[in-house]
């Protein structure tokens, strides 16, 4: 059933994304009065079309589902038919240099438009998710050397406010992308308004596409360990625990939250440990055997524990969605280009580049964590796929742009020689990106 969601997750993420993005060339090409032969959804052998509009453009799905096109009049097609007559001004190569430069770049800027009305609508609906409280870390991580600890509530990083993790996220992975300090601001219980520095040096041999700030120690904070439903016929049951006791210390060591309980609990699979509760106002102790689980190695105890981070839901007004939208839009693009450039360059590894099969897996994954999720996976898909089509390799929208900003230097076409030699190198470029791509995917998987 997974599999099947999966699949349908997949194509129904990327499916309008690719017709949206096609339909931003075909849109602007009619505009500019080139004469469209065919819309396809799809690559490959044609398996379904019917002919509509003044010009009997063609409609079509093809036979791969990854991909499509808008077949334009071009006399440079050797498979175009000869010109009818009153053709020639419908034909792509007579436009204006400018108006081809128009009609190329329509497509990404379709994906980016795409994703702004996304954002847009999820930022005036208001997305709930885990605020910027952090939990407990340990003293040897890069977090508690820069002064951060358990509880504290990050409000602001280099002078930006965030009030959900996701924001955070984002300011701590652009600021460990340029390899600058990060800039804290926390809001701590005991002291108020507290300014921290997370050295850059915090991020040295971490991998971007990783979860940095759970590598240098900050977490989402995690509710007390009160347990909840004891389960009949459990090591909980057996030793005498209760829903609502508030577990306080395993071993004499301190539990500060349902993860920890949880990670010490694993770990004391087929032996006794005395676990401190506090019960009615008064502190226990209760010698527990968890039992160990033959299959995961992991001791358990069979009780509910609570886990739910604190959640923030945060609702903006249309005006000021469509501005956070712009900006999220724009940041999330210029991000993926470094990320592309830090790639190039060896800073970021190879491993990074995903495939389908990895596009597929979060597809699914996002469309099990409900419509919003998936709503923000679809948008981040939409700009990804804006950027990957405007770098400038030949056969993509990029490397058309590149030839027609040289036109437009030059004064003159690039020569066809060129061109030719170029569309190859760009096609073969292609497929090692590709299979890259799926390398990758297929040792994720494994």
Same mark, same amino acid.
């Given at each position: ?141 890069? !977090?508690?050397? &820069? +002064? $951060?600890?358990? *509880? #504290?509530?990050?409000? =602001?990083?280099? %002078?930006?406010? @965030? ?72 090591? !909980?049951?057996? &030793? +005498? $625990?209760?829903? *609502? #006791?508030?577990?306080? =210390?395993?071993? %004499?060591?301190? @539990? ?91 800073? @970021? ?98």
């Amino acid at each position: 059933m997974n599999f099947i969601q999966t699949v349908l997750a997949f194509l129904l993420a990327l499916g309008p994304l690719i017709i949206f993005h096609e339909l931003g060339h075909y849109a602007v090409a009619r505009l500019c009065g080139v004469k469209v032969l065919r819309f396809s959804v799809g690559m490959g052998k044609v398996v379904w079309s019917r002919r509509f509009g003044k010009d009997q453009t063609e409609w079509a799905v093809s036979i791969l589902p990854l991909g499509g096109y808008v077949k334009m009049l071009d006399s440079r097609d050797p498979d175009a038919p000869p010109l009818a007559p009153g053709d020639e001004q419908h034909e792509f190569t007579r436009k204006s240099v400018w108006r081809r430069i128009a009609i190329v770049a329509a497509g990404p800027i379709a994906n980016f438009i795409l994703a702004i009305v996304v954002f847009a609508g999820l930022f005036m609906y208001g997305i709930a998710e885990p605020s910027t409280r952090i939990r407990f870390m340990p003293e040897t991580t890069p !977090a508690w050397q &820069a +002064g $951060l600890r358990g *509880g #504290d509530q990050i409000v =602001a990083v280099n %002078g930006e406010q @965030v009030g959900a993790w996701s924001e955070l996220n984002w300011e701590v992975i652009s600021s460990a992308l340029d390899k600058r300090d990060v800039q804290l601001q926390v809001e701590r219980e005991s002291q108020g308004r507290v300014d921290l520095v997370l050295p850059a040096a915090s991020f040295e041999g971490l991998d971007a596409d990783a979860d940095l700030l759970g590598a240098i120690g900050i977490g989402v904070a995690r509710p007390a360990p009160v347990l909840g439903k004891i389960i009949p016929g459990g090591a !909980a049951e057996r &030793a +005498g $625990l209760e829903s *609502g #006791d508030l577990v306080t =210390a395993i071993d %004499g060591k301190p @539990v500060p939250d349902g993860i920890a309980f949880i990670e010490a609990l694993r770990k004391a699979g087929g032996r006794t440990v005395q676990v401190a509760v506090t019960r009615d106002g008064s502190v226990i102790t209760i010698p527990v055997a968890p039992e160990l689980d033959p299959e995961t190695g992991y001791g358990r105890i069979k009780a509910e524990v609570a886990l739910a981070p604190e959640m923030v839901r945060v609702a903006s007004s249309p005006l000021e969605a469509v501005g956070k939208a712009v900006r999220k839009t724009w940041e999330t693009s210029a991000l993926t280009v470094k990320m592309i450039g830090k790639m190039i360059t060896g800073e @970021v590894s190879l491993k990074n580049v995903t495939g389908p099969i990895t596009i597929a897996d979060y597809a699914g994954q996002t469309a099990r964590m409900g419509v919003v999720t998936f709503l923000i996976f679809i948008a981040s898909i939409s700009i990804s796929l804006g950027v990957m089509n405007l770098l400038p390799i030949p056969v993509l929208d990029g490397g058309l742009l590149l030839y027609y900003s040289l036109e437009v230097l030059t004064g003159r076409p690039l020569p066809e020689r060129i061109a030719e030699f170029a569309q190859r190198a760009g096609v073969a470029m292609l497929v090692m990106l590709m299979a890259l791509a799926v390398f990758n995917d297929v040792a994720r998987l494994l």
